[in-house]
């Protein structure tokens, strides 16, 4: 082989290891772009019993212990040293949010409710709006047509829309089900 064809090849070599470096070089910053840019999703980690201001209202001293867990729920912890308390426990755990804790005690003495005491708990409504974990609040649509929008629409077509029944009329011609009797 002359020289010439042997440093033509060893030229074109250096060149393709050259390019296929750079391009994996390239790939490997656009991998890492996309990768900063695509977050895996983190779930939210709920614990416990959820205890709501109206829950904890509805107790009364002296109640029995299936009336308490009738209205709290299976308690999350108890002790056989301490048989006379019950611990609900709830913790909340979401990506970007604040962890939410909320602990209530009741005691009973023999089978009556003789006290409870905690944190102080939301109402279901409030709790639900703090588990909208969007920025900002979302703008709720307008659910009307505009006249501008109902004018694309023929008033006989309209018509027929107002007057529609709810559901369809049963039809009346089927065919019989069994044959005719002789």
């Known amino acids: 082989m002359p020289a010439f064809a042997h440093h033509s090849a060893r030229l074109g070599f250096t060149l393709l290891i050259g390019c296929s470096l750079a391009a ?100 279901e409504s409030e709790f639900v709006a703090s588990l909208d974990s969007r920025k900002g609040k979302r703008k709720v649509p307008v659910l009307e047509a505009t006249p501008e929008q109902l004018a694309k629409y023929p008033a006989q077509a309209q018509a027929k829309m107002d007057e529609a029944p709810a559901a369809p009329a049963p039809a009346s011609n089927y065919p019989p089900l069994e044959p005719p009797s002789r």
């Open 24 to 123: 994996c070089s390239s790939f490997d910053s656009a991998s890492s772009r996309l990768a900063n840019v695509v977050t895996p999703y983190k779930v939210d980690v709920v614990q416990g019993n959820f205890v709501s201001r109206e829950q904890v209202e509805a107790l009364q001293i002296g109640m029995g212990r299936q009336q308490v867990r009738d209205i709290l729920g299976t308690p999350l912890v108890t002790s056989l040293f301490h048989a006379d308390r019950w611990e609900y426990v709830f913790t909340l755990k979401r990506p970007g949010v604040e962890v939410q804790t909320r602990k209530l005690t009741v005691f009973f003495k023999g089978d009556a409710l003789e006290r409870f005491e905690g944190d102080d708990m939301p109402s």
